[in-house]
């Protein structure tokens, strides 16, 4: 892997972590314009996790990076395990799982970015 590809995988998981922390319109209008349900917001974090932890195997992500993400992964399942009420553009308004998630989503960019840092 080259220099120039490792900051991209990094920026496109720093972006799935910030689209977590948005707040409740700007997420319901970021997957109203992909044509998407809000679940989609969970998918893509999987899909930032899964790649994080291949980057630690190939040594291009630190361990402390990857569980800077860990705290994210255990709300969404924690959201998940409470079912399908949790994944509805008004729960992503009103439920306080969602504002929960926001904030331990922008804890999780900032430990990321500092233990990926270097």
């Given at each position: 892997?080259?220099?120039?590809q490792e900051p991209?995988?990094?920026?496109?998981?720093?972006?799935?972590?910030?689209?977590?922390?948005w707040d409740a319109?700007?997420?319901?209008?970021?997957?109203?314009?992909?044509?998407?349900?809000?679940?989609?917001?969970?998918?893509?974090?999987?899909?930032?996790?899964?790649?994080?932890?291949?980057?630690?195997?190939?040594?291009?992500?630190?361990?402390?990076?990857?569980?800077?993400?860990?705290?994210?992964?255990?709300?969404?399942?924690?959201?998940?395990?409470?079912?399908?009420?949790?994944?509805?553009?008004?729960?992503?308004?009103t439920a306080p799982?969602?504002?929960?998630?926001?904030?331990?989503?922008?804890?999780?960019?900032?430990?990321?970015?500092?233990?990926?840092?270097?």
């Amino acid at each position: 892997m080259t220099g120039e590809q490792e900051p991209e995988f990094r920026r496109w998981i720093r972006n799935v972590l910030s689209q977590l922390s948005w707040d409740a319109d700007r997420q319901l209008e970021h997957v109203r314009s992909l044509k998407v349900d809000v679940d989609e917001l969970a998918l893509e974090f999987d899909d930032a996790l899964h790649l994080a932890q291949a980057k630690v195997h190939e040594g291009l992500l630190s361990q402390e990076a990857y569980q800077a993400l860990l705290p994210v992964d255990a709300k969404l399942s924690h959201m998940t395990e409470h079912g399908a009420e949790l994944w509805t553009g008004e729960a992503v308004a009103t439920a306080p799982a969602w504002e929960e998630l926001r904030t331990i989503a922008r804890q999780a960019h900032l430990d990321f970015d500092w233990k990926s840092a270097g």
